[in-house]
């Protein structure tokens, strides 16, 4: 039997992708061979590389002004690319909401940039997503969409004059875009977009003739994926494929504005037993920066946050504990997780409230 899996990411893909990649494992469409043992140079591949792309493009309604990257490094690498390539020896403006903005601001201060946070809420735990002034002068703003640990989201993405950077690593696909004001947007698959080995860069095309300065690796450069489409090297056609089913399974299930409806209203089911369990359980996030997909919270008693993983797991439910520097509880409800999956979990909190509370 499948666990029900609310882990953070890695995590649970849809089953009709697993299916259907079992299905093409051994002998892809009757070519005779795996996906994964063909050339990265062939038409077999080449078109379910291209086909991820053109199905990102559909699912976000993103025209030609943009560049879509399929890259490696994970969002990891991105910290260090993007200050490689943006900055231009000005400032660079970072809102810092937790673990990942500071790891990205970290990683461009190590390169040189001199980088200004201009906003945070550190000093109360992240707990809420700051408000921002930023300047119109800077080389790139950059924000974290959804903050994974604290289970914080931007329910509006700020405007700004300079170019926009966002990490969305992990609401990417969970909701339409308005991308007018974005510059770039970013997030390694294996939260909300396939398996782990995948990063997915979109980039406005005339960013990808910047570059910081000309000892930046060739390797490091927008402008060499992009000259190549994202074939300079060998990319993992594995997880790309994986990527592509995963987008087609979105458009077959109403695209964006589908998913997000039901996302919305998983979320609500948890934060309402959240809410009305009467002290017993208590959210991280403050109510208006709620994620729809990572729902942070603690028991109270938190002698109690244990058992309740343990008997979870019991329940046919896996990855429910907090991250390590947060602790308490993490319920990931990302696009692969169904209502019925968060029901479930919903049914399972109000019967552990009643029974300890
Ligand atoms: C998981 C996560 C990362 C790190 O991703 P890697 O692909 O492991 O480098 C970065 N940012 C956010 C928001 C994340 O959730």
Redesign the pocket.
């Known amino acids: 039997m499948r666990k029900i899996n609310f882990s953070?990411?890695p995590t649970g893909l849809p089953i009709q992708v697993l299916k259907k990649a079992q299905e093409e494992f051994v002998n892809y469409k009757n070519e005779g061979y795996s996906i994964m043992e063909i050339s990265h140079r062939s038409k077999t591949y080449e078109e379910i590389h291209f086909g991820a792309m053109d199905k990102i493009r559909k699912l976000y309604g993103i025209d030609d002004s943009y560049e879509i990257l399929f890259l490696q490094?994970?969002?990891?690498?991105q910290f260090a690319m993007i200050p490689y390539n943006l900055y231009q020896g000005g400032v660079a403006e970072y809102v810092n909401t937790g673990v990942?903005s500071k790891?990205a601001i970290k990683e461009a201060k190590q390169i040189g940039v001199d980088v200004r946070v201009v906003s945070t809420s550190e000093d109360e735990n992240f707990t809420h997503i700051p408000d921002v002034n930023f300047s119109d002068t800077a080389d790139y703003a950059y924000i974290?969409s959804?903050?994974?640990i604290y289970g914080t989201q931007y329910k509006i993405l700020p405007k700004t004059k300079s170019p926009l950077v966002i990490?969305a690593?992990?609401d990417f696909f969970s909701k339409p875009l308005d991308f007018s004001n974005i510059a770039l947007l970013y997030?390694?698959a294996?939260?909300n977009a396939g398996p782990?080995g995948v990063?997915i860069v979109i980039i406005k095309k005339e960013l990808i003739e910047r570059v910081m300065d000309d000892r930046v690796p060739t390797f490091l450069r927008y402008k060499t994926h992009a000259q190549n489409k994202s074939l300079y090297n060998t990319p993992p056609t594995f997880a790309i494929y994986l990527l592509d089913l995963n987008m087609q399974w979105l458009l077959d299930n109403g695209g964006l504005d589908k998913i997000n409806q039901l996302n919305i209203k998983k979320a609500n089911l948890l934060y309402d037993i959240i809410d009305n369990s009467q002290g017993f359980y208590k959210g991280h996030a403050q109510t208006n920066h709620r994620s729809l997909m990572n729902v942070s919270f603690n028991i109270v008693n938190s002698k109690l946050e244990q058992s309740f993983v343990d008997e979870a797991a019991k329940n046919n439910m896996i990855g429910l504990k907090g991250h390590r520097l947060l602790g308490g509880i993490r319920a990931s409800i990302y696009n692969a997780v169904s209502l019925e999956d968060v029901e479930n979990l919903a049914d399972f909190m109000r019967e552990f409230a009643k029974k300890n509370g």
Do not use: E
């Open positions: 953070a990411g490094g994970g969002a990891h690498l990942w790891k974290c959804n903050n994974t990490d690593s992990s997030g390694g294996q939260k782990s990063t």
